[in-house]
C-alpha cells in the first residue's frame, strides 16, 4: 500500500518513537496489562502503522464493492440503496399468536420475517409425539402441518415479504408447506423470496437437530437447493451458519473458518449431483455473528467475503461473479448477553448492530435485552428492532460503504483473520474434508477449548465482563417474563387427532407412499414433499417415512 | 483408592443448549470427579436408569428450552420410585427465578442460573454430595 | 452390612450391581464379602472385547452389535473404559452418549469406567466387574477398552473373543499390524466401511494373515469383517464371527484352557496384590521402610538382601500367623 522509501521512514519513526515517547510514558506509569487481546484471544498490538498492511495490494486484496475480492461488500451501492433487511427471529406458542407478533414487527418497520420453529418441529417430530410433551410451543412456533402454515401466514402478502425459516434436517418438509401457501396465495414460485436453513452440518457440530446420518441428510440439503434452482430461484436454498458456531464458544476465525469449510462441503457435494456451480452458488447464503468487539467483528466479515470469493474462484472454477459473493445474515450475539442488569444489553447489541453495519451485512436480527432470560417480550423486541433503525437511519454507518477500509488496525486484522481461516481449511482438506473433520471431531473440540478458555478468563477476572465479575450488584428478581403455557400442548395435540381423521385417506397414503418409493431411488424427493404435504401429511409423518429409510443418526458429543 | 464422586451430566428433552452442560462436564472432571455425559435428548427414563447403572452421586440437569418445570419433577420422582433419594441432584439453565422455589421444593438440591462462577457449582456439590 | 447386595444382585438388581461395582472401584473392603458370595455363580457369561484406536468407532460398534446380540433374547452388560486425567484424577467418561438409546432397555446394564491410571487400556477393576454383571445375569457382557495404541493389549486377559476395529485411510494399518495388536485379535473388524479405502485395507490384513499362517500352524484364523457402525450395517455377520470364534473355542477345548490360564493369572495377581498391600502397610506403619530407604542411599545395606530379609521376617512374623488363624476361622 506504501512505498518502500516511506515504509523505511515510519520504520524508523516509529522506532524513534518507541524509544523516545514511549518509553518514557512506559516508565512513569505501565499499561493496565501485559497483552491486549480480543474477545477471541487474538493479540492485539499497541500501534498499528503502514508498516502491518505492507503487504496489502488495493487491487488485488480490497478492489471496489461489488467486484471481485468482494472484500467491500457485495453490492456497488450497499446501504446507500437499501438498508439490511432487518428480520426478527421470532415464534412461539401457537400459529397464530406467532403470526400476531410477524404483523405486529412488520407494523414497526421490520422488513423480513424469521420464523423460529418449536424444537419437536425441527426434531421432525409433531406435536402429539411422547418426545414433544413439554415442549409445545415453547421455544418456537408449533407448526405440524399446512393448515397450520396457512395461519402463520395469514394476511401476510408472500410476494411482498420475504421470510427466512431456521430449518434444517426437516428443511424440505417446511420449504414444502410454504411454497404451498405461495400457491394458494396464487403467487409464483418465482417471485417467492426468502431463505432456508438447510445446514445440517452444523446441526452436528454444534446445534443438535440432526435426525439422519450425514450422507442422507446431505442427500436431502442438495435435493433441496437443486430444486429451488430450477424452480424457485430467488430463494436462498441454504443459510451456511456460523452464528452457531460462534455461540458454542468458537473464536471469530474459527466461526469464519468452519463455516466456509461447511460451505466447501455442501458446494462440493452439489457438483458431485452433476450442477454446474454457476448454477446454485449465487443462492448460497451465509449467517454469521456479531460480538462486542466491532473492530474485530469488521474484519471477520471483511475476511470472509475475501476468502469465500477465493475460494470459489480457485476452487470450484466459478466464472459467475455472483457464485463468489459471501451474502449474508447476522445475529447478534446472544451468548454475549448477561441476566444480570439486563439492559445493558441494549448497549451491547446497538455496538453488535454497528459492526453489522459497518461490516456490510444483507439482514440483521438484533437480540433483545432480555434474551438470558426468556423469550423477547413485546417491549423488549421493539427496542431491539428500533435499534437496527437508530444506526440505520441515524449514526451514519450507512452514508458510505466499507468505511473501516484502510484503517491500519482493520486491515491488519483482516488479513490476520483470513491467515487464520486459510490455515484451518488446509488443515481440515488434509483430514479428509468437513465431513471427516466432523466424524474425528475436530472442530466440535476447536470450538470446545475456545469456550473453555473464555469461560477461565471471566472467572480468574481476566478479561472484564460487565455484571458479572465487575461491577456487579443486588437486583430484584426479573418480573414480566414472556411465558408459554402447557396448554399449548394439549391443544395441538387434540387438534392433531382431528386433522388426521378429517384428511382424505386415500390421497394421504397414496402421497406418503409415493415419497418412500422415491426417497429409496435417486430422484429428488421434493416434489413429492410438496405433495405429501398438500395431502395433508404431518412433519412428523413425512420425517417417520425417512427415520425408516435412512435410520437415525446420534452423532459423537466432544466434551 | 481415593473415592470419586460419580456424576451424571444430563440434558433432558430435545433442547440443543450443551455449551453450558459441556463446559460444567469438563470443570468437573477437573476438580477430580468421574463424569458421565449423557448427551442431548434424554427422557427422565433414560436419565434415571444412567444415574443407577452407574452409580451417580449427583445427577445434573441442564435445561434452556423452558421445559424444566415439566423434566426436572419427573427425574426426581423416578429417582424417588427407585429409591435413590439420596443422590444430589442439581440443575441449571435459562430457568425463571419464580421457578426455583417449585423445583426445589418437588426435590432439586440447587439450581443455578446464568452467569453462575462453575467454581461455586463445584463447591455446592462437593459440600452437599452424599456419602456411599 | 446391612444390605445384601450379593443377593440382590442374584436376582438381578441394577441398583445393587452399581454399588457393588462402586466399591470394587474404590478398592472399598466392603466389596469383597459380597465378591465372595458371588463367585461361584460367576463364569457362565460369554465376555467380548472391542479395542483400537481412538475414535475408530468402538463406541458406536458396541451400540449396534448389543442391538443384535438383543434381537436373539440375550442380556448384554456393557463396560465402557475411559481415561482418568493423570493431572486432576478427574474423567470424562463419553462413551455412554452413543449408548443412550439402549439406556432404558431393563436386560442391558451399562457402565462406564475411568481407568483412574491403570495402564493396558483397561480399569483395574475390569475383570472384577465382569463377574459382578455375570452374576447379574448378563449372558454377554462387552467390553470397550479405552482408544488404545499398540502396547495396551490387557483386553485379552479378560475377553473371550477380542475384536480388533480398524479403520481405513488412517494408514496406520500396516503400523500396528507389526504391533501387538495384530496378534491378539480373534476378530477384525474393518469399521467405517463407508469410507474409501476399506477393500485395500481388508487385503492387507488378509495378506499378513496368510503369511501368519504359514509361518505357523493355526486352529483359527481371525475373520475379517466389514461394517458401517453409524448405519447399523455388518453386525448381523459381527456377531457370526464372534460366535463362531466361541464354537471354535469350545470345540477345540481352547475356552477352558484359556480360562484356566486366566484364572490362575488372575489368582496370583490377587495374591501378589494382598501381600504386597499387607507388607507394605506394615512397613509404613513402622518405620522400617524409611529406615531400610537411608541405608539403601548410603550403600549401607543393598535392596536383595532387604528383600530377603523382610520377606523372612513377614513369614514368621505374629501378625502374619494372626491373619492366618482369623482365615481359618471365618
Ligand atoms: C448459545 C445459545 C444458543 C446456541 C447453542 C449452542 C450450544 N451448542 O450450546 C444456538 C445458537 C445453537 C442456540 C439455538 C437456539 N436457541 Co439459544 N441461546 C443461547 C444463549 C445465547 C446462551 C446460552 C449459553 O450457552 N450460555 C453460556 C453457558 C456457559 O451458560 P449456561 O448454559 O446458561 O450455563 C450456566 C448456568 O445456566 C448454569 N448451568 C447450565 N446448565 C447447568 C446444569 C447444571 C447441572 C448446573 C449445576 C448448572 C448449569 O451453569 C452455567 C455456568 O454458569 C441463550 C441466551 C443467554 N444469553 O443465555 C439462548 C437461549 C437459551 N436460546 C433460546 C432459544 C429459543 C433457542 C432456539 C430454541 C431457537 C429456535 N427456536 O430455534 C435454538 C434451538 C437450539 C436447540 N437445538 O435446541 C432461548 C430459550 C428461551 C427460553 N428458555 O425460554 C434463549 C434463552 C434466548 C432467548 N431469550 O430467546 N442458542
Ligand atoms: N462414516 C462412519 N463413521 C463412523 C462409523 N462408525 C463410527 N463412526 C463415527 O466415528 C466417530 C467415532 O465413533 P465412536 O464410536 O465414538 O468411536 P470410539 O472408538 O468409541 O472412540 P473413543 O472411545 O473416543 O476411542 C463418530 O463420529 C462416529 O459417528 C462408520 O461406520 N462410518
Ligand atoms: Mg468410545
Given at each position: 500500500?506504501?512505498?518502500?522509501?516511506?515504509?523505511?521512514?515510519?520504520?524508523?519513526?516509529?522506532?524513534?518513537?518507541?524509544?523516545?515517547?514511549?518509553?518514557?510514558?512506559?516508565?512513569?506509569?505501565?499499561?493496565?496489562?501485559?497483552?491486549?487481546?480480543?474477545?477471541?484471544?487474538?493479540?492485539?498490538?499497541?500501534?498499528?502503522?503502514?508498516?502491518?498492511?505492507?503487504?496489502?495490494?488495493?487491487?488485488?486484496?480490497?478492489?471496489?464493492?461489488?467486484?471481485?475480492?468482494?472484500?467491500?461488500?457485495?453490492?456497488?451501492?450497499?446501504?446507500?440503496?437499501?438498508?439490511?433487511?432487518?428480520?426478527?427471529?421470532?415464534?412461539?406458542?401457537?400459529?397464530?399468536?406467532?403470526?400476531?407478533?410477524?404483523?405486529?414487527?412488520?407494523?414497526?418497520?421490520?422488513?423480513?420475517?424469521?420464523?423460529?420453529?418449536?424444537?419437536?418441529?425441527?426434531?421432525?417430530?409433531?406435536?402429539?409425539?411422547?418426545?414433544?410433551?413439554?415442549?409445545?410451543?415453547?421455544?418456537?412456533?408449533?407448526?405440524?402441518?399446512?393448515?397450520?402454515?396457512?395461519?402463520?401466514?395469514?394476511?401476510?402478502?408472500?410476494?411482498?415479504?420475504?421470510?427466512?425459516?431456521?430449518?434444517?434436517?426437516?428443511?424440505?418438509?417446511?420449504?414444502?408447506?410454504?411454497?404451498?401457501?405461495?400457491?394458494?396465495?396464487?403467487?409464483?414460485?418465482?417471485?417467492?423470496?426468502?431463505?432456508?436453513?438447510?445446514?445440517?452440518?452444523?446441526?452436528?457440530?454444534?446445534?443438535?437437530?440432526?435426525?439422519?446420518?450425514?450422507?442422507?441428510?446431505?442427500?436431502?440439503?442438495?435435493?433441496?437447493?437443486?430444486?429451488?434452482?430450477?424452480?424457485?430461484?430467488?430463494?436462498?436454498?441454504?443459510?451456511?451458519?456460523?452464528?452457531?458456531?460462534?455461540?458454542?464458544?468458537?473464536?471469530?476465525?474459527?466461526?469464519?473458518?468452519?463455516?466456509?469449510?461447511?460451505?466447501?462441503?455442501?458446494?462440493?457435494?452439489?457438483?458431485?449431483?452433476?450442477?454446474?456451480?454457476?448454477?446454485?452458488?449465487?443462492?448460497?447464503?451465509?449467517?454469521?455473528?456479531?460480538?462486542?468487539?466491532?473492530?474485530?467483528?469488521?474484519?471477520?466479515?471483511?475476511?470472509?467475503?475475501?476468502?469465500?470469493?477465493?475460494?470459489?474462484?480457485?476452487?470450484?472454477?466459478?466464472?459467475?461473479?455472483?457464485?463468489?459473493?459471501?451474502?449474508?445474515?447476522?445475529?447478534?450475539?446472544?451468548?454475549?448477553?448477561?441476566?444480570?442488569?439486563?439492559?445493558?444489553?441494549?448497549?451491547?447489541?446497538?455496538?453488535?448492530?454497528?459492526?453489522?453495519?459497518?461490516?456490510?451485512?444483507?439482514?440483521?436480527?438484533?437480540?433483545?435485552?432480555?434474551?438470558?432470560?426468556?423469550?423477547?417480550?413485546?417491549?423488549?423486541?421493539?427496542?431491539?428492532?428500533?435499534?437496527?433503525?437508530?444506526?440505520?437511519?441515524?449514526?451514519?454507518?450507512?452514508?458510505?460503504?466499507?468505511?473501516?477500509?484502510?484503517?491500519?488496525?482493520?486491515?491488519?486484522?483482516?488479513?490476520?483473520?483470513?491467515?487464520?481461516?486459510?490455515?484451518?481449511?488446509?488443515?481440515?482438506?488434509?483430514?479428509?474434508?468437513?465431513?471427516?473433520?466432523?466424524?474425528?471431531?475436530?472442530?466440535?473440540?476447536?470450538?470446545?477449548?475456545?469456550?473453555?478458555?473464555?469461560?477461565?478468563?471471566?472467572?480468574?477476572?481476566?478479561?472484564?465482563?460487565?455484571?458479572?465479575?465487575?461491577?456487579?450488584?443486588?437486583?430484584?428478581?426479573?418480573?414480566?417474563?414472556?411465558?408459554?403455557?402447557?396448554?399449548?400442548?394439549?391443544?395441538?395435540?387434540?387438534?392433531?387427532?382431528?386433522?388426521?381423521?378429517?384428511?382424505?385417506?386415500?390421497?394421504?397414503?397414496?402421497?406418503?407412499?409415493?415419497?418412500?418409493?422415491?426417497?429409496?431411488?435417486?430422484?429428488?424427493?421434493?416434489?413429492?414433499?410438496?405433495?405429501?404435504?398438500?395431502?395433508?401429511?404431518?412433519?412428523?409423518?413425512?420425517?417417520?417415512?425417512?427415520?425408516?429409510?435412512?435410520?437415525?443418526?446420534?452423532?459423537?458429543?466432544?466434551? | 483408592?481415593?473415592?470419586?464422586?460419580?456424576?451424571?451430566?444430563?440434558?433432558?428433552?430435545?433442547?440443543?443448549?450443551?455449551?453450558?452442560?459441556?463446559?460444567?462436564?469438563?470443570?468437573?472432571?477437573?476438580?477430580?470427579?468421574?463424569?458421565?455425559?449423557?448427551?442431548?435428548?434424554?427422557?427422565p427414563e433414560?436419565?434415571v436408569a444412567?444415574a443407577e447403572q452407574e452409580d451417580a452421586d449427583?445427577v445434573?440437569?441442564?435445561?434452556?428450552?423452558?421445559?424444566?418445570?415439566?423434566?426436572?419433577?419427573?427425574v426426581v420422582e423416578l429417582m424417588k420410585q427407585k429409591g435413590m433419594e439420596d443422590v444430589l441432584l442439581?440443575?441449571?439453565?435459562?430457568?425463571?427465578?419464580?421457578?426455583?422455589?417449585?423445583?426445589?421444593?418437588?426435590g432439586?438440591?440447587?439450581?443455578?442460573?446464568?452467569?453462575?462462577?462453575?467454581?461455586?457449582?463445584?463447591?455446592?456439590?462437593?459440600?452437599?454430595?452424599r456419602?456411599r | 452390612?446391612s444390605v445384601d447386595y450379593?443377593?440382590q444382585i442374584?436376582e438381578g438388581s441394577h441398583r445393587a450391581a452399581a454399588r457393588?461395582?462402586?466399591?470394587?472401584?474404590?478398592?472399598?473392603?466392603?466389596?469383597?464379602?459380597?465378591?465372595?458370595?458371588?463367585?461361584?455363580?460367576?463364569?457362565?457369561?460369554?465376555?467380548?472385547?472391542?479395542?483400537?484406536?481412538?475414535?475408530?468407532?468402538?463406541?458406536?460398534?458396541?451400540?449396534?452389535?448389543?442391538?443384535?446380540?438383543?434381537?436373539?433374547?440375550?442380556?448384554?452388560?456393557?463396560?465402557?473404559?475411559?481415561?482418568?486425567?493423570?493431572?486432576?484424577?478427574?474423567?470424562?467418561?463419553?462413551?455412554?452418549?452413543?449408548?443412550?438409546?439402549?439406556?432404558?432397555?431393563p436386560?442391558?446394564?451399562?457402565?462406564?469406567?475411568?481407568?483412574?491410571?491403570?495402564?493396558?487400556?483397561?480399569?483395574?477393576?475390569?475383570?472384577?466387574?465382569?463377574?459382578?454383571?455375570?452374576?447379574?445375569?448378563?449372558?454377554?457382557?462387552?467390553?470397550?477398552?479405552?482408544?488404545?495404541?499398540?502396547?495396551?493389549?490387557?483386553?485379552?486377559?479378560?475377553?473371550?473373543?477380542?475384536?480388533?476395529?480398524?479403520?481405513?485411510?488412517?494408514?496406520?494399518?500396516?503400523?500396528?499390524?507389526?504391533?501387538?495388536?495384530?496378534?491378539?485379535?480373534?476378530?477384525?473388524?474393518?469399521?467405517?466401511?463407508?469410507?474409501?479405502?476399506?477393500?485395500?485395507?481388508?487385503?492387507?490384513?488378509?495378506?499378513?494373515?496368510?503369511?501368519?499362517?504359514?509361518?505357523?500352524?493355526?486352529?483359527?484364523?481371525?475373520?475379517?469383517?466389514?461394517?458401517?457402525?453409524?448405519?447399523?450395517?455388518?453386525?448381523?455377520?459381527?456377531?457370526?464371527?464372534?460366535?463362531?470364534?466361541?464354537?471354535?473355542?469350545?470345540?477345540?477345548?481352547?475356552?477352558?484352557?484359556?480360562?484356566?490360564?486366566?484364572?490362575?493369572?488372575?489368582?496370583?495377581?490377587?495374591?501378589?496384590?494382598?501381600?504386597?498391600?499387607?507388607?507394605?502397610?506394615?512397613?509404613?506403619?513402622?518405620?522400617?521402610?524409611?529406615?531400610?530407604?537411608?541405608?539403601?542411599?548410603?550403600?549401607?545395606?543393598?535392596?536383595?538382601?532387604?528383600?530377603?530379609?523382610?520377606?523372612?521376617?513377614?513369614?514368621?512374623?505374629?501378625?502374619?500367623?494372626?491373619?492366618?488363624?482369623?482365615?481359618?476361622?471365618?
Amino acid at each position: 500500500m506504501f512505498e518502500d522509501k516511506v515504509l523505511k521512514k515510519i520504520k524508523a519513526d516509529k522506532e524513534k518513537w518507541e524509544r523516545g515517547p514511549l518509553a518514557k510514558s512506559l516508565s512513569k506509569s505501565p499499561e493496565a496489562k501485559p497483552v491486549f487481546t480480543t474477545i477471541s484471544g487474538a493479540p492485539v498490538e499497541r500501534l498499528y502503522t503502514p508498516l502491518d498492511v505492507d503487504d496489502v495490494d488495493y487491487d488485488r486484496d480490497l478492489g471496489y464493492p461489488g467486484t471481485f475480492p468482494f472484500t467491500r461488500g457485495v453490492q456497488p451501492t450497499m446501504y446507500r440503496g437499501r438498508y439490511w433487511t432487518m428480520r426478527q427471529y421470532a415464534g412461539f406458542g401457537d400459529a397464530k399468536s406467532t403470526n400476531e407478533r410477524y404483523r405486529y414487527l412488520l407494523e414497526q418497520g421490520q422488513t423480513g420475517l424469521s420464523v423460529a420453529f418449536h424444537l419437536p418441529t425441527q426434531a421432525g417430530y409433531d406435536s402429539d409425539h411422547p418426545l414433544s410433551m413439554g415442549e409445545v410451543g415453547k421455544v418456537g412456533v408449533a407448526i405440524d402441518h399446512i393448515d397450520d402454515m396457512r395461519v402463520l401466514f395469514d394476511r401476510i402478502p408472500l410476494d411482498k415479504v420475504t421470510t427466512s425459516m431456521t430449518m434444517n434436517a426437516p428443511a424440505s418438509v417446511l420449504l414444502a408447506m410454504y411454497l404451498a401457501i405461495a400457491k394458494e396465495q396464487e403467487v409464483p414460485w418465482e417471485k417467492v423470496g426468502g431463505t432456508v436453513q438447510n445446514d445440517v452440518l452444523k446441526e452436528i457440530i454444534c446445534r443438535g437437530q440432526y435426525i439422519y446420518p450425514p450422507r442422507h441428510s446431505m442427500r436431502l440439503t442438495v435435493d433441496l437447493i437443486e430444486f429451488c434452482q430450477k424452480y424457485v430461484p430467488k430463494w436462498n436454498s441454504i443459510s451456511i451458519s456460523g452464528y452457531h458456531i460462534r455461540e458454542a464458544g468458537s473464536t471469530a476465525a474459527q466461526e469464519m473458518a468452519f463455516t466456509i469449510a461447511d460451505g466447501i462441503a455442501y458446494t462440493q457435494a452439489c457438483i458431485e449431483r452433476g450442477m454446474d456451480v454457476d448454477s446454485f452458488a449465487p443462492r448460497l447464503s451465509f449467517f454469521f455473528n456479531a460480538f462486542t468487539n466491532v473492530l474485530e467483528e469488521v474484519a471477520k466479515f471483511r475476511a470472509g467475503r475475501r476468502y469465500w470469493a477465493k475460494v470459489m474462484l480457485d476452487r470450484f472454477k466459478a466464472k459467475d461473479p455472483r457464485s463468489m459473493m459471501l451474502r449474508f445474515h447476522v445475529q447478534t450475539g446472544g451468548v454475549t448477553l448477561t441476566a444480570q442488569q439486563p439492559l445493558n444489553n441494549i448497549i451491547r447489541v446497538a455496538l453488535q448492530t454497528y459492526a453489522t453495519a459497518l461490516g456490510g451485512a444483507q439482514s440483521l436480527h438484533t437480540n433483545s435485552y432480555d434474551e438470558a432470560l426468556c423469550l423477547p417480550t413485546q417491549q423488549a423486541v421493539t427496542v431491539a428492532l428500533r435499534t437496527q433503525q437508530i444506526v440505520a437511519e441515524e449514526s451514519g454507518a450507512t452514508d458510505t460503504i466499507d468505511p473501516l477500509a484502510g484503517s491500519y488496525y482493520v486491515e491488519s486484522m483482516t488479513d490476520r483473520i483470513e491467515a487464520e481461516v486459510d490455515e484451518y481449511i488446509k488443515k481440515i482438506d488434509a483430514m479428509g474434508g468437513t465431513l471427516a473433520a466432523i466424524e474425528q471431531g475436530f472442530i466440535q473440540k476447536e470450538i470446545q477449548n475456545s469456550a473453555y478458555r473464555f469461560q477461565k478468563e471471566i472467572e480468574s477476572g481476566e478479561r472484564v465482563y460487565v455484571g458479572i465479575n465487575k461491577y456487579t450488584m443486588e437486583e430484584p428478581p426479573p418480573s414480566g417474563l414472556l411465558k408459554v403455557d402447557m396448554s399449548v400442548g394439549q391443544k395441538k395435540a387434540a387438534e392433531l387427532a382431528e386433522y388426521r381423521a378429517r384428511r382424505d385417506q386415500a390421497k394421504w397414503k397414496a402421497a406418503l407412499d409415493k415419497l418412500r418409493e422415491v426417497s429409496s431411488t435417486d430422484e429428488n424427493v421434493m416434489p413429492y414433499v410438496i405433495e405429501a404435504v398438500t395431502a395433508k401429511a404431518t412433519v412428523g409423518e413425512i420425517c417417520d417415512v425417512w427415520r425408516d429409510i435412512f435410520g437415525e443418526y446420534r452423532p459423537k458429543e466432544y466434551v | 483408592m481415593a473415592r470419586k464422586i460419580k456424576m451424571i451430566m444430563a440434558k433432558p428433552g430435545l433442547d440443543g443448549h450443551d455449551r453450558g452442560a459441556k463446559l460444567l462436564a469438563r470443570i468437573c472432571a477437573e476438580a477430580g470427579m468421574e463424569v458421565v455425559y449423557t448427551g442431548l435428548r434424554q427422557t427422565p427414563e433414560m436419565i434415571v436408569a444412567a444415574a443407577e447403572q452407574e452409580d451417580a452421586d449427583v445427577v445434573g440437569l441442564s435445561s434452556l428450552s423452558g421445559v424444566h418445570n415439566y423434566f426436572f419433577p419427573r427425574v426426581v420422582e423416578l429417582m424417588k420410585q427407585k429409591g435413590m433419594e439420596d443422590v444430589l441432584l442439581v440443575g441449571g439453565g435459562i430457568i425463571p427465578e419464580e421457578d426455583y422455589d417449585f423445583l426445589k421444593k418437588s426435590g432439586m438440591g440447587a439450581i443455578f442460573g446464568p452467569g453462575t462462577p462453575t467454581t461455586e457449582i463445584v463447591e455446592f456439590i462437593q459440600a452437599n454430595v452424599r456419602q456411599r | 452390612m446391612s444390605v445384601d447386595y450379593a443377593a440382590q444382585i442374584l436376582e438381578g438388581s441394577h441398583r445393587a450391581a452399581a454399588r457393588l461395582i462402586s466399591w470394587l472401584e474404590d478398592e472399598d473392603e466392603r466389596a469383597y464379602e459380597c465378591m465372595r458370595k458371588l463367585y461361584p455363580h460367576t463364569g457362565r457369561a460369554y465376555v467380548v472385547g472391542i479395542t483400537g484406536s481412538p475414535g475408530a468407532g468402538k463406541s458406536t460398534l458396541t451400540t449396534a452389535l448389543t442391538r443384535v446380540i438383543r434381537k436373539s433374547g440375550l442380556k448384554v452388560g456393557i463396560i465402557a473404559v475411559d481415561p482418568s486425567s493423570p493431572f486432576t484424577g478427574g474423567a470424562l467418561l463419553g462413551d455412554r452418549v452413543r449408548m443412550s438409546e439402549l439406556a432404558d432397555d431393563p436386560d442391558i446394564y451399562i457402565r462406564s469406567m475411568a481407568t483412574r491410571g491403570f495402564l493396558g487400556g483397561m480399569a483395574k477393576a475390569a475383570a472384577d466387574v465382569v463377574r459382578v454383571l455375570d452374576a447379574l445375569g448378563k449372558d454377554v457382557i462387552v467390553i470397550e477398552t479405552v482408544g488404545v495404541g499398540q502396547d495396551e493389549v490387557d483386553i485379552v486377559g479378560v475377553a473371550d473373543t477380542t475384536c480388533v476395529v480398524m479403520v481405513p485411510g488412517l494408514g496406520d494399518a500396516i503400523q500396528s499390524m507389526k504391533a501387538g495388536i495384530m496378534e491378539i485379535a480373534d476378530v477384525f473388524v474393518i469399521n467405517k466401511a463407508d469410507h474409501p479405502g476399506s477393500d485395500m485395507l481388508c487385503a492387507e490384513i488378509c495378506a499378513r494373515l496368510d503369511m501368519d499362517a504359514q509361518l505357523r500352524e493355526r486352529g483359527w484364523v481371525a475373520p475379517v469383517n466389514k461394517t458401517v457402525a453409524v448405519e447399523g450395517v455388518g453386525l448381523d455377520e459381527m456377531w457370526l464371527s464372534i460366535e463362531s470364534h466361541r464354537k471354535y473355542l469350545l470345540d477345540s477345548g481352547r475356552f477352558y484352557d484359556n480360562r484356566r490360564e486366566r484364572i490362575s493369572r488372575e489368582a496370583l495377581r490377587m495374591i501378589h496384590g494382598e501381600l504386597f498391600r499387607v507388607v507394605r502397610e506394615q512397613l509404613e506403619q513402622n518405620g522400617r521402610l524409611d529406615a531400610a530407604v537411608e541405608q539403601l542411599m548410603n550403600r549401607k545395606l543393598d535392596p536383595y538382601t532387604l528383600m530377603r530379609d523382610i520377606v523372612t521376617d513377614w513369614l514368621s512374623s505374629s501378625q502374619c500367623k494372626r491373619r492366618r488363624d482369623e482365615d481359618t476361622q471365618s
